[in-house]
């Protein structure tokens, strides 16, 4: 399975890549996460909200797999634990299909893509900086593999 990674932004800082690729080459083959960039619409003094939204949109639609299970980051979306998000991953890994995990840009998505998602996944209550978002979804994603797979990176 691959987890594509479509994240709306681009030219993170070297600490930011670092972290995001320390977390991510842990991943096996068989759960590998495939990071995807794209460019945040231009935000002109004339440029509506809904209309950047829309852009970043089908960008996104345009770089998006067929077939993949589609998951949304969103602050509405389901918060979980680590076991939880551990037992999402059983799940996506059983069922055969990729995922794509979207990441909007700094006004987040278009709720037409928001209501095309079989999931949509809330980090957090707290506003997070989009440069921290990668590696933190880098890192639990690991953490729920090798919570599947007994390894000792996690502790319960």
């Known amino acids: 399975m691959?987890?594509?990674?479509?994240?709306?932004?681009?030219?993170?800082?070297?600490?930011?890549?670092?972290?995001?690729?320390?977390?991510?080459?842990?991943?096996?083959?068989?759960?590998?996460?495939?990071?995807?960039?794209?460019?945040?619409?231009?935000?002109g003094k004339s440029s509506s909200v809904e209309k950047m939204k829309a852009d970043e949109a089908k960008r996104i639609l345009d770089v998006l797999p067929k077939g993949v299970r589609l998951v949304v980051l969103d602050e509405r979306g389901q918060q979980v634990t680590t076991k939880q998000l551990a037992e999402q991953l059983d799940l996506w890994l059983g069922g055969g299909q990729d995922v794509a995990l979207i990441v909007g840009g700094p006004d987040g998505l278009q709720a037409e893509l928001i209501d095309q998602a079989q999931w949509k996944w809330g980090l957090s209550h707290l506003t997070l900086p989009h440069p921290m978002v990668r590696i933190l979804v880098a890192e639990q994603l690991y953490r729920a593999w090798s919570l599947l797979n007994h390894h000792p990176y996690h502790r319960e």
Request: charged letters at 20%; a positive charge; proline letters at 7%.
């Open 2 to 43: 691959v987890i594509h990674f479509i994240t709306v932004g681009q030219k993170m800082p070297k600490w930011v890549q670092e972290g995001y690729h320390e977390y991510a080459k842990r991943l096996p083959k068989a759960c590998s996460l495939n990071l995807i960039e794209l460019p945040m619409a231009n935000r």
